[in-house]
Nanobody, 116 residues
Framework: QVQLVESGGGLVQPGGSLRLSCAIS????????VGWYRQAPGKQRELVAG???????NYVNSVKGRFTISSDNAKSTVYLQMNSLKPEDTAVYYC??????????WGQGTQVTVSS
């Protein structure tokens, strides 16, 4: 059974940093792309970053240079390091597994709030 469990969200001041973690179980790690989506209140869900099984990464323009996605195969975990956070980064962040634009599996989400 595939499970994705996110952690690491919270409240941070503008300019601060957070690291989100996505622990993936079910013996599927490294077979499929992993993505991080986010959804802010009243807005559509958007793909923020993704990493392929070959380690190729991509980012939405609004987070390039601030966010970094990485994976630790030994821990079956994907991370999203978020630096220089802005209030507009406030959202629920979801980890996904499968094709980046049409993921098959989703985590439960973790809240990130950027506010002073």
């Amino acid at each position: 059974q595939v499970q994705l469990v996110e952690s690491g969200g919270g409240l941070v001041q503008p300019g601060g940093s957070l690291r989100l973690s996505c622990a993936i179980s079910g013996n599927v790690f490294s077979r499929y792309p992993v993505g991080w989506y986010r959804q802010a209140p009243g807005k559509q869900r958007e793909l923020v970053a993704g990493i392929t099984s070959g380690g190729i990464t991509n980012y939405v323009n609004s987070v390039k240079g601030r966010f970094t996605i990485s994976s630790d195969n030994a821990k079956s975990t994907v991370y999203l390091q978020m630096n220089s956070l802005k209030p507009e980064d406030t959202a629920v962040y979801y980890c996904t597994l499968g094709p980046l634009l049409n993921p098959r599996y989703w985590g439960q989400g973790t809240q990130v709030t950027v506010s002073s």
